[in-house]
């Protein structure tokens, strides 16, 4: 698990993005809600900044699912 946060990375998508690696381990599936709710931030929040990560080239593979009562994201590491 990288330490140092990437320079093209906000504050909010480096907290989203190293929550995903610590949990994706033993998670795959995560909605948008319940990872702001652990983070401090909005679903909303959390949806437009996890998209930046989705087009990076980052250490994990992240997938808009479904949208329920929240966007669900599938994400597996590389």
Same mark, same amino acid.
């Given at each position: 698990m990288s +330490? =140092?946060m990437a320079?093209?990375?906000? +504050? ?5 993005? *190293?929550?995903?690696r610590e949990?994706a381990? +033993?998670k795959t599936y ?5 990872i702001?709710?652990?983070l401090?931030?909005t =679903?909303?929040e !959390?949806?437009s900044?996890?998209t930046?990560?989705q087009n990076?080239?980052?250490? !994990? *593979?992240? *997938?808009k699912?479904?949208y329920?009562?929240?966007t +669900?994201?599938?994400v597996d590491?590389?």
């Amino acid at each position: 698990m990288s +330490t =140092a946060m990437a320079p093209d990375l906000s +504050t909010k998508q480096y907290q989203i993005l *190293e929550y995903l690696r610590e949990h994706a381990g +033993t998670k795959t599936y995560f909605k948008s809600r319940l990872i702001g709710k652990e983070l401090g931030m909005t =679903a909303k929040e !959390v949806g437009s900044n996890i998209t930046s990560l989705q087009n990076g080239d980052y250490d !994990v *593979e992240i *997938e808009k699912w479904g949208y329920s009562s929240s966007t +669900t994201w599938k994400v597996d590491l590389d």
